[in-house]
């Protein structure tokens, strides 16, 4: 089954390809509305106008020869098949905003799937990127800054080694727990 946690990977995969050192992950779950909202956020390069237009539709101009890659477009269609909807902002040299919606009560939505793991493996897998991921259901809030967790474990102790990656799958676990009370849509 699919799940959009493997749409996030794939987007902030992009984020790491263009060189980012901070991505910023958020998820906000509005369950009276019936809504769900993904920002994946960068510092990398960035895209100029034509290039985001052709990101979005591979296919918008016939004369490219490159392979054309689908992360984005697929994600753009998960939203838009619930009756959501998709964009990119970017500024060359600053980076980029990608912000799917989706209407959590149509037919085609499609799971969250596990957030939490997808974000212990992009940071374990990163070490040397910071992230910050933001899980907000209704008013309650779920809140990990690699840039913290430097701090309290000094320079000596990477983000993958083994006890801090453990540590993060708990706190992540044990905060959903508590602040998102059944929250998660999984
Ligand atoms: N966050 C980003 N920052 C800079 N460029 C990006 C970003 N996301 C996507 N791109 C550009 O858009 C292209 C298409 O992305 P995608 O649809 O995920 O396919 P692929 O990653 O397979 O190329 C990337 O190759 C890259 O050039
Ligand atoms: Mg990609």
Not at 25 to 32: G, P, S
Request: overall charge negative; proline content about 3%; charged content about 30%.
């Amino acid at each position: 089954m699919r799940e959009l946690s493997l749409n996030v990977m794939d987007v902030a995969q992009n984020s790491i390809t263009a060189g980012a050192s901070l991505i910023e992950i958020r998820v906000e779950e509005d369950r009276k509305k019936g809504e769900l909202v993904i920002f994946i956020i960068d510092n990398g390069k960035g895209m100029s106008e034509e290039q985001v237009q052709r990101v979005i539709d591979p296919f918008y101009t016939t004369r490219t020869t490159r392979k054309v890659g689908l992360g984005v477009p697929l994600f753009k269609m998960e939203a838009e098949m619930t009756g959501g909807d998709f964009s990119i902002r970017s500024k060359l040299g600053e980076g980029t905003e990608v912000r799917a919606r989706f209407c959590t009560s149509h037919v085609d939505m499609i799971p969250l799937g596990d957030i939490d793991d997808t974000i212990v493996l992009l940071i374990s897998c990163n070490p040397d990127r910071d992230f910050r991921f933001v899980h907000q259901v209704d008013g309650a809030k779920v809140e990990l800054d690699t840039r913290q967790l430097r701090e309290v474990l000094g320079e000596d102790v990477p983000l993958n080694a083994p006890d801090v990656v453990q540590w993060m799958r708990g706190y992540l676990q044990e905060q959903a727990e508590e602040c998102l009370q059944g929250g998660a849509s999984t």
